[in-house]
């Protein structure tokens, strides 16, 4: 499945890079990026993740429309209330020990947990990207560095490189989206 984990690198590479300029195309990118990998993340044993690029897909399908509403207007780029934060870490790592302990493999808890823990935490990330929360990239960065590292010790070597990528840009898309945020 290399050639497989090669097309989705790069369809998740274009969609960061049109997602950083706040290019609505970056959703179409995201779902070839998402379709690709289910069989990708299966074949390596990372069901949650592999599970959740179906809902992935489908909430590229709703970035797509709700990006599209105003063009790629960048007035749009809003802050989450602390609140959703507090709500964020606090449900979704008991979440992510939760679904580790119920449908986890015992024989490799961490890397069960791991991937419990990026699926939550990309779902959330992704959902608060699609109505351009400027948080959603300082959730991509931890789930980016902690998915390194991962990806590098299940020898996904390719995916590892597109994380690395990911966690790097996602520095750039924070800095590009105060930038291009209004004045408030």
């Not at 606090?90 to 580790?100: D, K, M, V």
Request: charged share 10%; net charge positive.
């Amino acid at each position: 499945m290399s050639w497989l984990e090669w097309i989705g690198t790069g369809c998740g590479i274009i969609y960061l890079i049109l997602a950083i300029y706040g290019n609505r195309l970056c959703w179409v990118a995201y779902f070839g990026c998402a379709v690709v990998y289910i069989p990708v993340l299966f074949a390596a044993d990372m069901r949650f993740y592999g599970a959740l690029q179906f809902v992935f897909a489908g909430l590229a399908i709703q970035g797509f429309f709700n990006w599209g509403k105003d063009g790629n207007n960048t007035s749009q780029i809003k802050e989450l209330p602390p609140r959703a934060h507090l709500f964020a870490i606090g449900g979704l790592f008991p979440a992510s020990l939760l679904l580790t302990w119920l449908i986890g493999d015992a024989d490799h808890f961490g890397f069960s947990l791991s991937d419990a823990i990026i699926s939550l935490f990309s779902v959330w990330a992704t959902i608060i990207a699609t109505r351009r929360y400027i948080d959603h990239w300082k959730y991509w960065i931890a789930i980016n560095v902690l998915a390194v590292a991962t990806y590098y010790l299940k020898g996904m070597y390719p995916t590892t490189g597109l994380f690395l990528f990911y966690f790097i840009f996602s520095i750039l898309g924070l800095r590009s989206w105060q930038k291009m945020r209004a004045p408030r």
